[in-house]
């Protein structure tokens, strides 16, 4: 009996083809259960985490009552949800909260200009400064919290149980750098 018949199978059974195809996927099953490769993207390596302080600026937020909310949705060493860029990025830390003033610049007579505290009564719009810290990931393009760099400029979504509203990076401080 021979090793190849005249129609290509192995011992008069197996067509080569078969086989072959056979052979190819049982060799890639075994390429992805038994060696999966190296966890982790490239951006990762590298990278070292550090502590991370970034300072969002809220302006014109419209709520009823601006106390009640620091006192109950922006508590220091509370937790608030950021998304960033339409990402969750999950909860990070309430380092602290300042409600701040409302001023206007007024020109004067003598040519200069000072600012002063605004005279109209804005009942239901405020501004806040507000500072988050978590831990950051440096690469060389600057910190990176979850998979987003973090930019001054760049808008945060702010999540709890009762508010949303969008606030923007004015500062960025990395510790033991």
């Known amino acids: ?7 290509g199978r192995l011992f008069g059974k197996i067509n080569l083809l078969d086989l072959g195809a056979a052979l190819v996927i049982l060799l890639v099953i075994v390429g992805i259960f038994i060696f999966p490769g190296t966890s982790g993207s490239v951006a990762q390596v590298g990278a070292k985490t550090v502590p991370i302080e970034v300072d969002l600026l809220v302006r014109g937020l419209n709520v009823r009552n601006p106390q009640q909310l620091m006192k109950e949705g922006f508590t220091k060493g509370g ?3 950021v998304i960033i860029r339409n990402q969750p990025y999950g909860q990070i830390g309430i380092k602290s909260v300042e409600q701040l003033e ?21 009942n239901f719009s405020t501004d ?7 831990q950051a990931r440096v690469t060389k393009d600057g910190p990176v919290l979850g ?27 990395l510790q033991n750098k």
């Open 1 to 7: 009996m021979a090793i190849l018949d005249s129609k």
């Open 128 to 134: 806040f400064l507000l500072t988050l810290e978590g």
């Open 102 to 122: 409302r001023t206007l610049t007024i020109g004067q007579p003598d040519g200069s200009v000072k600012e002063l505290p605004d005279p109209r009564k804005i």
């Open 147 to 173: 998979n987003n760099k973090v930019k001054i400029g760049m808008p945060f979504e702010l999540e709890g149980f009762n508010y949303n509203f969008n606030a923007s990076v004015v500062d960025i401080r």
């Open 79 to 81: 937790k608030t949800n």
